[in-house]
């Protein structure tokens, strides 16, 4: 096998290795393994009417006889073509085959016609009811001939013979933003390896609609559009700034844009926040990214901002010790106060019952990958959660993996948005809770302690390229993984395939599947996961196991 290039994950249910054809009737006897392209009955090539439904190998009971039957529609042989896995073909099915629920194409003929290429690859990547995913196995290493099936092509020089065969038109960066992380481009792909993601679909569809990649840098490119305008695009390839006819585009350091929207003007643009920063005739200075304490604000021209459509300024440089940084939020000090914002607090040993204050909140609160809004802290609740006020003077509920839900507001129409009901509720729910929690949790570090004494001395192997786990010596884990990760408490994170992350015990018994991009584990029996989205989740680790 040359290369093995995988388009689209495998399809849950599927297989790369399906059961052979059997042959219906005569009891069921699997044909003989024949290496011949397919014949008609009477000897001749086989060829494909316009009223053919589909193909199979079929026996007339005498000796191994194969034969390519064409099955129209109307003959009830065609309804035993549903359970067919797999279909074997040579040059047959190559171009034109009307069956978009292709999920698997497997390619064994070297070609140097890249529209024959395109129209192998194309029998598996038409879009159908009920079809999520495709695979692509090229075992003659086609991909590396013509490039991946989003690549861009000059048609009129491969006609001429001008457009050398195997010459891409992607450059590297251009490939990098579009069809890799930059954690996968430093993965050496052996031949033997496990397959790995190289596009999803929606990322094909994507690069197929902009006519030239001009330049990327961090998560963002900027693109020209088939019309000749040109635009800013995230890895997602959504548009971040309206297409128009710009006189210059440049990608500067911490995702802000310089653009030139006339010819005599000047913009800086906050591609993270989608915000203009400064425009006009006599803009001056660039604008600085500055980091505190892990968080992300611009500093121009000595006004110091936020990285949000609100706008949130000063008129000068605060201190790093005017900010408490929380993880999912951050608070700012603020010498101003908000108006109407209201601040809740516990009573000391009051068994979770709160009270409001008597003054309005001087703490103007950021959260994490927020940049849409500025916010003012309302109340600091049990089970890392807390409720703020936006600009509209509604309140929320956030919790740490920053879901926002609407609590009440200022000018209530009911008790259900009156802070007066709300914040005794919640707050004695949350209180109550987090006690139970507390218990759980107390008990479940007793057991992962006993469990983790049973375990023995835990070391970690290696065999060739991949790893596997020891306990006093014995092995436990025989080497199938990628990689796996330091033991924490009585549980360790495996990868199984590249960037696809799950747990297992010191036993080896996997907990949690390896779907997961990335996979932390605490101390307390807790894995909080990351999805391919970047949604994270929080799995208990003793639950699940049991």
């Known amino acids: 096998m040359h290369s093995l290039a995988s388009l689209f994950p495998l399809k849950e249910g599927s297989t790369s290795h399906p059961d052979p054809l059997t042959l219906r009737g005569e009891g069921g006897n699997r044909p003989t393994r024949c290496s011949e392209p397919l014949r008609s009955k009477d000897g001749g090539p086989s060829k494909v009417s316009p009223g053919c439904a589909g ?19 109307a003959d009830r042989l065609a309804d035993e073509l549903d ?11 190559s171009e034109g085959f009307d069956c978009p629920d292709v999920e698997f194409v497997q390619l064994a003929r070297p070609t140097l016609s890249l529209a024959k290429y395109l129209q192998m690859v194309g029998r598996g990547l038409r879009v159908a009811k ?41 450059t590297a960066k251009e490939r990098e933003f579009f069809l890799m992380s930059k954690v996968q481009d430093c993965i050496q792909i052996h031949p033997d390896s496990e397959m790995m993601m190289v596009m999803s679909h929606e990322e094909l569809l994507q690069t197929l609609q902009y006519r030239e990649f001009v330049d990327s840098k961090g998560e963002f490119a900027i693109i020209k559009l088939p019309d000749g305008k040109m635009t800013v695009v995230n890895r997602q390839g959504e548009q971040v700034l309206e297409p128009g006819d710009y006189y210059d585009m440049k990608l500067l350091d911490g995702n802000i844009l310089f653009y030139r929207p006339r010819r005599k003007a000047i913009c800086y643009y906050d591609l993270l926040a989608k915000a203009v920063i400064d425009d006009g005739t006599n803009v001056a200075g660039t604008p600085q990214v500055v980091n505190i304490k892990g968080w992300e604000f611009i500093e121009y021209n000595d006004i110091f901002m936020s990285r949000t459509q609100e706008e949130f300024s000063l ?76 600009s509209k003077q509604d309140y929320y509920l956030v919790d740490s ?42 008990a479940s ?51 199984q395939i590249p960037r696809h992350w799950g747990v297992m015990t010191l036993k080896g018994k996997v907990i949690v599947d390896a779907k997961y991009e990335k996979v932390e584990i605490r101390d307390n029996g807790i894995a909080v996961v990351t999805g391919i989205t970047g949604k994270t989740q929080t799995i208990k680790l003793l639950k699940v196991k049991k």
């Open 401 to 442: 993996s920053l879901k926002k839900t609407y609590i009440g507001c200022n000018q209530p129409k009911n008790e259900n948005e009156d802070l007066n009901f709300v914040m005794p509720r919640i707050g004695k729910k949350y209180y109550q809770e987090a006690m139970l929690q507390k218990k759980e949790m107390e």
């Open 130 to 170: 009920g079809k999520k995913n495709c695979v692509i196995i090229d075992n003659v290493g086609l991909y590396r001939v013509f490039g991946l099936p989003s690549q861009v092509w000059n048609w009129n020089a491969m006609f001429e013979g001008k457009l050398k065969v195997g010459k891409k038109k992607e």
């Open 55 to 73: 193909w199979d190998r079929l026996g007339d009971g005498l000796g191994d006889g194969l034969a390519a039957t064409c099955l129209r529609p």
């Open 83 to 93: 359970p067919i896995q797999v279909l074997v073909n040579v040059d047959i099915f």
């Open 445 to 495: 570090e007793l057991l992962l302690l006993h469990e983790k004494s049973e375990a023995g001395h835990v070391e970690l192997y290696q065999a060739g390229k991949k790893w596997g786990l020891k306990v006093d010596g014995k092995v436990i884990v025989p080497p199938l993984y990628h990689h796996i990760a330091l033991p924490v408490g009585a549980y360790c994170a495996f990868e």
């Open 315 to 390: 008129p000068y440089r605060p201190s790093q010790y005017d900010f408490l940084n929380y993880g999912y939020y951050m608070i700012y000090r603020s010498r101003l106060s908000a108006s109407g914002c209201q601040v809740w607090y516990y009573y000391e040993g009051s068994e979770g019952k709160m009270r409001m204050g008597q003054e309005e909140s001087r703490n103007v609160c950021f959260l994490r990958n927020d940049y849409e809004h500025v916010y003012w802290l309302c109340a600091i609740l049990y089970g890392e959660r807390i409720v703020v006020m936006d």
